[in-house]
């Protein structure tokens, strides 16, 4: 139970909700005519009890590791990003390690607690509930993975990559837990936000899967393109054309009370084709649906908390920037912006409500594509910011 000076804290930072998604680079973009370092993340183990197929850091994962940075220390790197307004934890999953979640999580949630940033943790949820209680309230976002029917297709899923046989008893288990979580979580009143990566697998079956996800009584139904990274990167992704009419069906068939999010979608308002365009004006026009602009390198960082190493997340292919040991972080971001790969990403349209392509979307779907050269074919003046 939070004291009443914790919850006073809280409440002083503006709800999330379709207008004030504080992870969107788009605000600072549009306002100070730059993108700005506003949020990091941070990779706090590379312990999973889940190998999933679609997993982006699936080949980083160890079955042991050593002890990561000190939690003062990386705060103290915190302390110098003047602007900073979110804070993510990622793993891996963050709440298998006791320790980790009293010495790193516990620590990085009361700084920003205290200091006013919104939080977020990725967790896959099938833990005991009660690993979860007692530093929840802390966090403004709590992320899980969703791309099941059922108990088989997680069993599936899950231990696709696991090197050993997992039972469908002791999966369904884990399955069974992660959502009745989901149910007591949000039944306390915590943002669960899920998670749903678009494939050949998911793709057909995303009316189900969103009607689980309002089940659950998650705020928000996450949908993002499968990112061809790791684990993932040899799997098959979906055309676009199976992507459009999955997003379509979508809205026609989705929860109104749930909050969707569209995030890296792989569509633009400088497409030449012109049901794009119409989607684009769709999207931006529904009620409950955002489409959330790429956070990484736009406005947020990655920190690995065992090596101090500064990334931009999920491009894999792009050494580290820096090291908190040595940098700091507005520094390896600046550092990032004059990158070749963000001067060739980094476009903007403001009348479109546009700041360009996610680098492994656009090499996905794009490849060879200079988004610099195109423009906006549409507008949203008028529209609600």
Known sequence: MMSETEVGKRAEKTPLSPAWDPWDPWYTRSRKGRHELTGVEFTVTQLCNLRCEHCAVGEALVKEEGIPLPADQLIRRLEEVENLQTLSI??????????????????????????????????????????????????????????????????????????????????????????????????????????????????????RIHRDVAGMGCRRHEVHPLYPSDFARGMELIDLETFRETVIRLLDWRDPGVWILFGTLPFYPCSEEEADRDLWLRLHREENVTVRHDPDGRNRLNVHAFTGDVIVTDFGDVPPLGNIYSDRLEEVFNRWLKHPLARRHHCYCPEARCTGPNILVADAYYSGVDFQKRKALVSLDGDPD
């Open 90 to 207: 990622t793993g891996g999953e963050p709440v298998l390690s006791p320790r980790i979640v009293k010495e790193t999580i516990r620590p990085l949630l009361r700084y920003a607690r205290d200091r006013g940033v919104y939080t977020q943790l990725n967790s896959n949820l099938t833990l005991p509930l009660s690993r979860y209680e007692d530093w929840v309230a802390d966090v403004d976002v709590l992320h899980i993975s969703y791309n099941y029917r059922d108990e088989a297709d997680f069993h599936r899923i899950a231990f696709e990559k696991y090197g050993r046989e997992v039972t469908p008893k002791a999966a369904d288990k884990l399955f069974r837990q992660m959502v009745e979580n989901a149910k007591a979580l949000s039944d306390a009143g915590v943002f669960v936000s899920a998670e749903t990566l678009l494939s050949p697998f998911t793709s057909p079956h995303i009316d």
